[in-house]
């Protein structure tokens, strides 16, 4: 199956026919949603950093800081205890499909 551009999800209608009759099922098939952000910093504020998605076709976004705290959202603001250079992993989802990406910041 494939997927319309830009689109998320789509259901298809399977129908089958045996000696015994015919039958249907529905089945909802899920796009692999992108993985990419930026970061930003905050003007005044070294430590803390604005981090945006840049990925299509995420429902739900998940974000671990690499500091030992994590947040959800398309966009997060996030204070980072020190300096330093920290592995920030972006997971998106959709539905049951998921994706990653990690950048250095």
């Known amino acids: 199956v494939t997927l319309p551009a830009g689109s998320a999800q789509k259901t298809i209608l ?14 909802t098939v899920f796009a ?4 990419s952000f930026r970061a930003e910093p905050i003007p005044g504020n070294p430590l803390t950093m604005r981090l945006t998605s840049t990925a299509a076709g995420a429902q739900r976004w998940e974000w671990n800081f690499d500091d030992g705290e ?3 959202g398309e966009s997060v603001t996030h204070t ?3 300096k330093g250079r920290y592995a920030v992993l ?8 998921r994706n990653q ?3 250095t910041i």
């Open 101 to 103: 990406a990690r950048e």
């Open 14 to 27: 399977l129908t089958y026919t045996t000696a015994g009759g015919t039958a249907s099922a529905s089945v």
């Open 90 to 97: 972006l997971t998106t989802h959709n539905g049951p499909c």
């Open 80 to 82: 980072f205890p020190k």
């Open 70 to 72: 994590t947040g959800t």
């Open 32 to 35: 692999v949603p992108g993985a």
